[in-house]
T-cell receptor
Framework: KNQVEQSPQSLIILEGKNCTLQ??????????LRWYKQDTGRGPVSLTI?????NTKSNGRYTATLDADTKQSSLHITASQLSDSASYIC????????????????FGSGTRLSIRP | GAGVSQSPRYKVAKRGQDVALRCDPI?????LFWYQQALGQGPEFLTY????????KSGLPSDRFFAERPEGSVSTLKIQRTQQEDSAVYLC?????????????FGPGTRLTVL
């Protein structure tokens, strides 16, 4: 069964500190992996996307890594800011056959990150 | 508009009522998705359109859920005879082309509360 597991479920850190969020997946055949940020009351916004051949990608203070062999990804946030408080969702897409592979986009449950001043 | 918009933002329905949720995707985006997001969970896929064609509705939880996109732009998700378990945020997303490889742009969602 295609699954995406994220850890921790929630995390509280002090402003200015770094943190790393984890994502393990069993989606196959793998197409790509995205990290989304979802602020409270808003829709998710894409942060990074990585395909099989990429093992790291940065977007400002966000750096995502991918190990396709172990099927693990991480999102590292550097020098956290209060505005980083949000849910971070790992999304893995499987390569589908023809049109009907929309259901092969699997969302994790997210990690709820709270940044304290 | 600049992004995906959804209306209403909040909807309260009595159990048994029918509701209709609207999504305006980004102009020119071919693909449109509907998701259901329960509190504290990630979005769960409901259905997918490519232009006006509903290519995948495998995520619709029951035949009370119906979605349409008749002209390939605006989409409506209709829930008939709402139940309390339908309470959730309903997210709409659009992407420029093929949904597997393209970034999805999400709307703010409609929070449905069924009493």
């Amino acid at each position: 069964k295609n699954q995406v597991e994220q850890s921790p479920q929630s995390l509280i850190i002090l402003e200015g500190k770094n943190c790393t969020l984890q994502c393990n997946y069993t989606v196959s055949p793998f197409s790509n992996l995205r990290w989304y940020k979802q602020d409270t009351g808003r829709g998710p916004v894409s942060l990074t996307i990585m395909t099989f051949s990429e093992n790291t990608k940065s977007n400002g203070r966000y750096t995502a890594t991918l190990d396709a062999d172990t099927k693990q990804s991480s999102l590292h946030i550097t020098a956290s800011q209060l505005s980083d408080s949000a849910s971070y969702i790992c999304v893995v897409s499987a390569r589908g056959r023809g049109y009907s592979s929309a259901s092969k986009i699997i969302f994790g449950s997210g990690t709820r990150l709270s940044i304290r001043p | 508009g600049a992004g995906v918009s959804q209306s209403p933002r909040y909807k309260v329905a009595k159990r048994g009522q029918d509701v209709a949720l609207r999504c305006d995707p980004i102009s020119g985006h071919v693909s449109l998705f509907w998701y259901q997001q329960a509190l504290g969970q990630g979005p769960e896929f409901l259905t997918y359109f490519q232009n006006e064609a509903q290519l995948d509705k495998s995520g619709l939880p029951s035949d009370r859920f119906f979605a349409e996109r008749p002209e390939g732009s605006v989409s409506t998700l209709k829930i008939q005879r709402t139940q309390q378990e339908d309470s959730a945020v309903y997210l709409c997303a659009s992407s420029l082309a093929d949904r597997g490889s393209d970034t999805q742009y999400f709307g703010p969602g409609t929070r449905l509360t069924v009493l």
